[in-house]
């Protein structure tokens, strides 16, 4: 299973970024995404998570009303929109995947993880 993480980069502070997380080989015919960050000195935190269907979504309190994730499931792909960005989002952010037709908030029950996209705003 490879994951595969993009969209990161240098964006003002207000500014907007559409992280992408493209999924491939997995063999289960449903999984969840979730996307996780890490910033320097950081532990690394949930973000936002997504059902297989789409249809249930679960976000931390910190980007709650300014990300939305979405996915694609004919391309493998996820996305987060993040917009209204802060400084405090610079971090690494990765997507990981988990077999399950449900959100899945704990990083622990995380099966496949990919590389990770670096996001950097500056204020």
């Known amino acids: 299973v490879q994951l595969q993480a993009s969209g990161g980069g240098l964006v003002q502070a207000g500014g907007s970024l559409r992280l992408s997380c493209t999924v491939s080989?997995?063999?289960?015919?449903?999984?969840?995404i979730g996307w996780f960050r890490q910033a320097p000195g950081k532990e690394r935190e949930f973000v936002a998570a997504i059902s297989w269907s789409g249809g249930s979504t679960a976000y931390a309190d910190s980007v709650k009303g300014r990300s939305t994730i979405s996915r694609d499931n004919a391309k493998n792909a996820v996305y987060l929109q993040m917009n209204s960005l802060k400084a405090e989002d610079t971090a690494v952010y990765y997507c990981?995947?988990?077999?399950?037709?449900?959100?899945?908030?704990?990083?622990?029950?995380?099966?496949?993880w990919g590389q990770g996209t670096l996001v950097t705003v500056s204020s």
């Open positions: 990981a995947a988990v077999k399950s037709p449900f959100v899945v908030r704990g990083d622990i029950l995380y099966e496949h």
């Open positions: 080989g997995f063999e289960s015919d449903y999984y969840a």
